[in-house]
């Protein structure tokens, strides 16, 4: 076999003006997750930018983000021990059978393939989640868009690319918050963490943020979304999420019910 060293900075900053910028005057970059951290890592100061934040379209209401707050609370790590694993698999099996019940379809942001089997392995509805193996988001996807009955899609590989409008994605649970995971690219994603305090809230928000959107995909549609990791009430304070977003957060202790006209 062959090795391949690969070399890459750790930030950009001092190659940007010279390979992306290439000394033009004004550019706007756009984007629904970047923030004023982002612009530090690219090398612009506060002092070459203006920065405009444009109010989504969306309703907050048809996409709430509900965290589950039934007792005890979890936090969802390496450190969870079996009994608070299963109550987690209890959680969510609630949640679908509520949703089930409304006919209603949705994912599952697993995070990890260790969690999605684990949950398959032990949800009492086994029979109505669809999963995949490593490098096969792309069937589980069509299997499960092409359903004719109420299924959830369990996944760890569906946080962006993926487009579930309308009936095809009414609510999405959140096992655990999709914290950056450093056994990628160790070397490079633990000097970017050693070096930037925010960059691992940051990307956890980035994740968190692409993951949410794929169900609720325009101004008529609707869908909640639900956390049942309690670092989730340290995470919302911190993460820097819009004011609008801020908007649609709740508790409840038990899944929640949307209507809205068609």
Not at 130 to 141: A, L, M, P, Y
Not at 187 to 210: G, I, P
Request: charged share 30%.
């Amino acid at each position: 076999s062959r090795n391949t060293l690969s070399f890459s900075p750790v930030w950009a900053a001092d190659y940007t003006e010279r390979f992306l910028f290439r000394g033009i005057e004004k550019v706007i970059l756009s984007s629904a997750t970047a923030n004023e951290s982002d612009l530090k890592r690219l090398g612009i100061s506060h002092s070459e930018c203006d920065i405009f934040e444009m109010q989504s379209t969306f309703d907050p209401k048809r996409a709430p983000i509900v965290f589950i707050s039934r007792q005890p609370q979890i936090r969802v790590d390496n450190k969870i021990d079996e009994p608070r694993k299963r109550m987690i698999v209890n959680r969510v099996d609630a949640i679908l059978d509520f949703h089930f019940a409304r006919e209603d379809k949705g994912i599952i942001q697993c995070t990890s393939y260790d969690w999605m089997n684990y949950l398959v392995k032990h949800s009492r509805f086994a029979n109505r989640i669809i999963s995949h193996q490593k490098g096969e988001s792309r069937d589980g996807v069509l299997r499960y868009r092409s359903s004719k009955i109420p299924l959830a899609l369990a996944s760890p590989a569906i946080k962006e690319g993926v487009d579930l409008p309308h009936e095809l994605c009414r609510f999405i649970i959140w096992i655990k918050l999709p914290f950056l995971n450093l056994h990628a690219k160790p070397n490079l994603s633990k000097a970017r963490v050693k070096s930037d305090a925010r960059y691992m809230l940051d990307e956890t928000f980035r994740a968190f943020h692409q993951g949410s959107g794929r169900g609720n995909r325009d101004k008529k549609d609707y869908c909640v979304i639900y956390v049942l990791d309690s670092h989730w009430l340290l995470f919302k304070d911190e993460a820097g999420f819009s004011t609008h977003t801020k908007a649609s957060f709740r508790q409840s202790a038990t899944p929640i019910e949307l209507k809205f006209a068609a």
